[in-house]
């Protein structure tokens, strides 16, 4: 796209997400971690948006990967926190500070699951959210990120 800035978006990923391909694939898909950012990566692209991606098992790497992108600024921000999405009161502390618009995505739809499960804690900060559609539910949140991002450079 001639004369357009390219735009950032932040894919992360928090814990037990780098094991996506072995972990329950009838809750989770077979992808694993690498293809599913690929395809995140490419249906971006796609929307003229270039994607960096970071994925922990530690809930204090995290935060400073927000910290970084808060400090360095981004356009778009992806996160599936995993387990975290339902308790940490840090990462929704750290999420909170993002200026960009975020989205929540979940593989599995956890609004159907154990009722630990069904509560998020950061839930009313995504601008986008998306839960039991799989990879698609990405393809899904890059697509509603691109459409609030172009919205905004109109206004
Ligand atoms: C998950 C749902 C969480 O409840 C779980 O702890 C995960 C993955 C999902 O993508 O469906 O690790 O975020």
Redesign the pocket.
């Known amino acids: 796209m001639a004369g357009e800035t390219v735009k950032t978006l932040w894919l992360l990923h ?4 780098d094991m996506l391909g072995r972990r329950e694939p009838a ?2 898909g077979v992808l694993t971690l690498p293809e599913l950012e690929a395809y995140v990566v490419e249906c971006a692209a796609a929307r003229g948006l270039a994607t960096r991606c970071h994925q922990t098992n530690h809930e204090g790497e995290l935060v400073e990967k927000i910290h970084e992108i808060v400090r360095e600024g981004a356009d778009a921000v992806i996160v ?4 975290w ?2 308790y940490s009161y840090a990462l929704r502390d750290a999420l909170e500070m993002v200026a960009a618009p975020i989205a929540e ?4 739809a ?1 609004e159907d ?1 154990e009722e630990w ?1 069904r509560h998020s804690v950061i839930a009313d900060l995504a601008a986008v959210r998306v ?1 039991g559609k799989g990879p698609e539910g990405y393809a899904e949140a890059v697509a509603a990120l691109a459409d609030i991002i172009q919205r905004e450079e109109h206004e």
């Open positions: 928090g814990v037990n997400l809750q989770y599936n926190p995993g387990a999405t339902h995505v979940h593989l599995s956890i699951r499960r839960s």
